[in-house]
């Protein structure tokens, strides 16, 4: 029995020294642990029990809650095949017939992605036991027979172990203790002060106050305001949008800040938020605001982390990020008004930003250098869509929003020429013909500017300013019958407009005069 207990802490401690494993779990007993190694073409999972067996249907039982507790870690660890070997160290073998029970892997899962081979280890042939879990191990292990075995000699071997888990454990704890929080605390206080700003401003919801104060916005973008791609991580629409955004930082930032150090994390978090705001430049028209895109930079360092350390990375965190990041995307392509571009620009960069700055304490120097060539061709095929193609490209959003830009503006006939140029290549979209039909307005092209409302009323009926601007045509066309049918649609469609109906009694009184 002690060769038996000498050869269950040395098997223990060869694999982990030799091996590569580390502890996963020892139980209270300490006869029984799970180990857990990264290497290819090994078992992830060995699991070790020092057990006297009397009947093979008992260890048939204990293989079969064994695999399914492996099933259970292969889900939980987001592994996709999980190969494990099991251990058993007994004095001697079962009484009854049990080497058939070990001729095959025990499968266990719905799809048998989890498999458990299993090894019987006793006193009588331990060294061909021990050439079984070498063909499994890619080592070879052997018992020195010339050693005196004692409870002593059993005891060192036993400290030993507990005392490289320990280091192990110790190890891992510092990699989260590489800094305080700092720079977290300073963001979140500088995201309040510039909600105060802004509400005391004309309000944090107000498309004037977000603009004046740096949201992002295209069109000034492409007229040298670059400033705007850092400035909306600091702003937020609503105070829903604030509370959300400052309880994501505070719990993720200090999180990642801990990991990566103070100035890693602001460096992290700052390009995240740029190359959020850039991928909202380039698939986004509309105006947006928000750390948004930062935070989930956060997620993408804590991604990076997992691919430096996968093992510790899903026995503790992993699991519940890439669910909460999953869970954020899904809502976003949902739930309209959130800028979903933004989000998926901002994991990326804070990915390429980790994996520029690492971790502290470690150089490597060629996937530093990679991240920094990844991230130039990420950001430089940004600009150039953003920059390049966009201005020059048919995206209805995009050309609405330059149309309305220059109408802001008075430049009328930059906005016409604009929108008759995306009419003629051909376009379906409403908002097109709308803003087109205003331009003709302006520009005293009634004939064209009712062609093009009768398209925008037909296409999209709800849009009762359309059959307004109708109405108004018709009757400079004086065609009162229908500008009187087009302001009764404006007012089905929206009864509450006092303008509306002002202009159906001037239409009525029109055509009594006439």
């Given at each position: 029995m002690f060769k038996q207990d000498y050869l269950y802490w040395k098997l223990i401690e060869e694999l982990q020294l030799e091996g590569g494993y580390r502890?996963?779990?020892l139980s209270k007993s300490t006869n029984e642990v799970w180990l857990?190694?990264?290497?290819?073409?090994?078992?992830?999972?060995i699991r070790i029990l020092r057990h006297d067996l009397d009947w093979s249907n008992w260890m048939q039982r204990d293989m079969e809650i064994a695999a399914q507790r492996l099933e259970q870690l292969r889900k939980r660890l987001f592994i996709r095949k999980l190969d494990a070997l099991n251990i058993y160290i007994t004095t001697y073998p079962p009484v009854d017939d049990w080497k058939y029970r070990l001729e095959s892997p025990l499968v266990a899962g719905a799809k048998g992605l989890t498999a458990?081979?299993?090894?019987?280890?006793?006193?009588?042939h331990i060294n061909t036991g021990l050439q079984e879990v070498s063909k499994f191990v890619d080592s070879n292990f052997e018992i020195n027979d010339s050693i005196y075995i004692d409870v002593e000699t059993i005891?060192?071997?036993?400290?030993?172990?507990?005392?490289?888990?320990?280091?192990?454990i110790s190890s891992e704890k510092q990699i989260f203790q590489n800094g305080k929080p700092f720079f977290t605390y300073i963001l979140i206080a500088i995201q309040l002060v510039m909600f105060a700003i802004l509400e005391l401003h004309g309000g944090s919801t107000n498309t004037e106050t977000l603009l004046k104060y740096g949201a992002k916005e295209n069109f000034r973008i492409l007229n040298g305001e670059w400033w705007r791609f850092f400035t909306p991580m600091i702003l937020h629409i609503g105070f829903f949008h604030l509370l959300m955004n400052t309880f994501a930082l505070y719990y993720l930032g200090t999180e990642v800040e801990r990991l990566y150090g103070k100035v890693r994390f602001l460096l992290i978090y700052l390009f995240a938020?740029?190359?959020?705001?850039?991928?909202?430049?380039v698939f986004n028209a509309n105006i947006s605001a928000g750390?948004?895109?930062a935070i989930f930079g956060c997620f993408g360092a804590l991604l990076f982390f997992g691919t430096a350390f996968p093992s510790l990375f899903f026995r503790t965190m992993g699991p519940n990020v890439i669910g909460i990041i999953i869970?954020?995307?899904?809502?976003?392509?949902?739930?309209p008004g959130i800028d979903n571009s933004g989000h998926i620009g901002g994991l990326v960069g804070g990915f390429l930003a980790a994996s520029i700055v690492h971790l502290p304490k470690r150089k490597e120097f060629v996937k530093r250098l990679s991240g920094i060539l990844v991230t130039i061709v990420t950001v430089g095929a940004l600009f150039y869509v953003g920059y390049v193609v966009q201005p020059h490209s048919d995206n209805p959003q995009f050309v609405v929003q330059t149309a309305q830009e220059y109408i802001q503006s008075n430049e009328i006939q930059k906005a016409y020429e604009m929108l008759k140029t995306t009419e003629e290549k051909g376009t379906d979209s409403p908002e097109v013909y709308f803003y087109l039909s205003y331009t003709e307005i302006k520009l005293g092209k009634?004939?064209?500017?009712?062609d093009h409302l009768e398209i925008v009323t037909t296409k999209a009926p709800e849009i009762s300013e359309a059959h307004f601007n109708l109405a108004l045509v018709y009757v400079q066309l004086q065609e009162y019958e229908n500008a009187k049918k087009a302001v009764e649609q404006a007012i089905k469609v929206d009864p509450d407009n006092e303008n509306y109906n002002d202009l159906l009694k001037e239409i009525k009184a029109m055509e009594s005069g006439s």
């Open positions: 502890i996963l779990q857990e190694g990264t290497h290819k073409n090994k078992p992830r999972i458990l081979h299993t090894v019987l280890i006793e006193s009588e005891e060192n071997i036993k400290r030993e172990v507990i005392s490289v888990a320990n280091k192990r938020g740029f190359v959020g705001s850039l991928a909202s430049f750390a948004s895109g869970i954020n995307l899904v809502l976003g392509f949902i739930i009634f004939e064209d500017a009712r």
